[in-house]
């Protein structure tokens, strides 16, 4: 159990359609990231949430629509997807110093979602 | 912007052997380094972190990685691998001040029973 858990773990969709990838951690972090790993790429950070609020996005397409309605839950919502965008999407956390004073900076990961469009 | 470079992007052992993987570094000032690790069909997870104090750290499963701030280098070594130790590995650096980290592009380690 990794504490950070993530629905569904595998998604196939057509390039028409409107779905969402859920993102859950259960570990008190403030916060939460997007990546995707493509096979022979390195790690790409898409997005960044801390205390909601959205502090990163790597020039990332819009069809691709994060969303983080509290510090434990992360969307990624995905719409008119291109096929090159088939990949695993994985959810971190981790604890910035913020409100704490303790930060651990070491980043938790989900399992991924394993995405691919057709 | 920071870069980590890992150079070795694959890498193939038989059991028993030594192994070290190197990573590289570009930020000047302080910087706290990690090693994960993807074992096939599971989650990235830690494997050590340096953060301050003794250079050399240790982790799980028998691996130990050494902060070489002269070099800009957080190695990550076994003296003796085994099978279960086929994975990606990923390298990651946080500058001074940041909370988001910067990742290698990863290393896939091999190793044959």
């Known amino acids: 159990e990794t504490g950070v858990t993530q629905t569904p773990r595998h998604l196939v969709m057509g390039m028409t359609n409107k779905k969402s990838l859920k993102c859950e951690q259960h570990?008190?972090?403030?916060?939460m990231y997007w990546y995707k790993q493509s096979a022979k790429k390195p790690l790409e950070l898409m997005f960044v949430?801390?205390?909601?609020?959205?502090?990163e996005n790597n020039s990332v397409p819009s069809r691709f629509s994060p969303e983080c309605p509290n510090s434990s839950h992360l969307f990624l919502h995905l719409h008119t997807l291109q096929p090159e965008d088939s990949a695993l999407y994985l959810c971190?956390?981790?604890?910035?110093?913020?409100?704490?004073?303790?930060?651990?900076?070491?980043?938790?990961f989900g399992p991924g979602t394993r995405l691919t469009v057709t | 912007a920071q870069s980590v470079s890992q150079h070795n992007h694959h890498v193939i052992l038989s059991e028993a052997a030594s192994l070290e993987l190197g990573c590289n570094y570009s930020?000047?000032?302080?910087?706290?380094l990690f090693w994960y690790v993807q074992y096939p069909g599971q989650h990235l997870q830690l494997l050590l972190k340096?953060?301050?104090?003794?250079?050399l750290v240790k982790g799980i499963k028998g691996f130990e990685a050494e902060f070489i701030k002269s070099k800009f280098s957080f190695n990550l070594r076994k003296p003796s691998v085994q099978w279960s130790d086929t994975a990606e590995y990923f390298c990651?650096?946080?500058?001074?001040?940041?909370?988001?980290?910067?990742f290698g592009r990863g290393t896939s380690l091999i190793v044959h029973p």
């Open positions: 971190a956390s981790s604890q910035d110093a913020g409100t704490s004073g303790y930060p651990s900076y070491e980043q938790y």
């Open positions: 570990l008190g972090h403030n916060a």
């Open positions: 949430y801390n205390f909601k609020e959205q502090t």
């Open positions: 930020y000047g000032g302080t910087v706290n």
């Open positions: 340096y953060f301050s104090g003794d250079p």
């Open positions: 990651a650096a946080l500058s001074g001040g940041s909370y988001i980290p910067t």
